[in-house]
């Protein structure tokens, strides 16, 4: 299969530096505060042609109450689009799961079929506990199975029929949501921990980790292959993480040390306070990939974790030259990874900086 390239919509706001998001962006101090993009709907529309134009696939659309709600701003997005899809993050449990299939039947058809779902359980109890969820982590992912289950069942019941349910966190009856002459979208799904492996295995189309080394992605992958497999299912896999491709190796990692310096001690000290008290276990290895030390934070060829010391989520970039960036995203291809969800600050900036360099190698590789 080809590489599937996506950026990002940085709906939190965007920066010439680090942006923090989550929790931690009210710690963004200094140059990021000072300089700070708000997530206008004129910015983000920007942005969203930006990745057109470049021949970006999609653009994820992250949720949390530090960002705009992703289903109303993709939903006024797409009038400005008209080729580039909208990976939709939002979190299950908050809304009916039939009420969420017909959202995304109504997206399906105002913007010609250019919805993705991405299905985000939740990781931080005190973002939970704002929308009035208190349930348990591995009771958080089974809900989320259950949630995919009536997704997938009232979304594809035949004409003439209905779907019935009836779990532990939902009892549904009757329902059916027409799609008319489009699919309903791909689901999208990340997690590391044996919970939400399953729920990958057994539910989602593609599944998505963070940026960690090649070594780590190829143990995930080669479980999750095999779970899938003894399901009867075949998983497609992505990846999310942050680029610096600059013409020269030199520059890139010049960038990468510009954007450290702009960090103060303090704000890593703070941000990883409010990492620590995350129950999601991918927060947890990309917290590990540094330990909150600005020391030796090139894990791998060209794998940067400085972005975790500050941000929740993603926590790495590719740095390097035009080429070394192909080179790496051709080596996590080879491991089976499909789709490339990227961004960089400014996304505007960055997005030109990618795609005419390591995306046009990519290409040129017929890669892409």
């Known amino acids: 299969m080809s590489i599937h390239l996506h950026w990002y919509l940085p709906t939190n706001g965007d920066s010439r530096d680090i942006v923090g998001s989550g929790d931690d962006s009210h710690l963004a101090v200094g140059p990021s505060a000072s300089r700070i993009r708000p997530p206008t709907i004129e910015y983000l529309t920007e942005v969203a042609r930006t990745a057109e134009l470049l021949g970006f696939e999609a653009v994820l659309t992250p949720t949390g109450t530090w960002c705009e709600d992703a289903w109303i701003t993709t939903a006024a997005l797409s009038q400005a689009t008209t080729r580039l899809k909208f990976l939709v993050a939002f979190r299950p449990g908050f809304i009916s799961p039939t009420l969420a299939a017909h959202q995304a039947a109504t997206f399906q058809r105002i913007s010609g079929g250019r919805l993705l779902l991405n299905i985000v359980t939740g990781g931080d109890p005190v973002e939970q506990a704002r929308f009035g969820d208190h349930l348990s982590h591995d009771e958080r992912y089974r809900r989320t199975g259950e949630f995919l289950d009536v997704v997938r069942g009232v979304s594809t019941a035949p004409a003439g029929t209905t779907f019935d349910f009836d779990g532990q966190h939902y009892r549904i009856s009757g329902a059916r949501i027409d799609f008319g002459d489009w699919d309903p979208p791909q689901i999208f799904f990340g997690g590391a921990s044996p919970a939400a492996e399953e729920v990958a295995a057994r539910s989602v189309d593609t599944y998505l980790a963070w940026g960690e080394t090649p070594a780590q992605i190829a143990e995930r992958l080669q479980r999750l292959r095999a779970r899938s497999t003894a399901l009867g299912r075949t998983l497609q896999f992505g990846i999310r993480l942050h680029v610096i491709s600059r013409d020269t190796s030199e520059q890139?990692?010049?960038?990468?040390?510009?954007?450290?310096?702009?960090?103060?001690?303090?704000?890593?000290?703070?941000?990883?306070?409010?990492?620590?008290?995350?129950?999601?276990?991918?927060?947890?290895?990309?917290?590990?990939?540094?330990?909150?030390?600005?020391?030796?934070?090139?894990?791998?060829?060209?794998?940067?974790?400085?972005?975790?010391?500050?941000?929740?989520?993603?926590?790495?970039?590719?740095?390097?030259?035009?080429?070394?960036?192909?080179?790496?995203?051709?080596?996590?291809?080879?491991?089976?990874?499909?789709?490339?969800?990227?961004?960089?600050?400014?996304?505007?900036?960055?997005?030109?900086?990618?795609?005419?360099?390591?995306?046009?190698?990519?290409?040129?590789?017929?890669?892409?």
Do not use: K
């Open 252 to 368: 890139a990692w010049a960038h990468a040390e510009r954007l450290l310096g702009a960090i103060s001690e303090e704000r890593i000290r703070s941000a990883q306070e409010v990492l620590a008290r995350t129950e999601s276990v991918g927060q947890q290895r990309m917290t590990a990939l540094h330990e909150g030390s600005t020391a030796d934070l090139e894990i791998s060829p060209n794998l940067w974790a400085g972005y975790g010391l500050v941000r929740g989520g993603a926590g790495t970039a590719l740095v390097g030259s035009h080429t070394e960036v192909a080179d790496r995203i051709s080596e996590y291809h080879e491991l089976g990874i499909d789709h490339f969800i990227l961004s960089g600050q400014p996304h505007v900036e960055e997005a030109f900086w990618f795609a005419e360099g390591a995306g046009s190698i990519l290409r040129a590789r017929g890669l892409v």
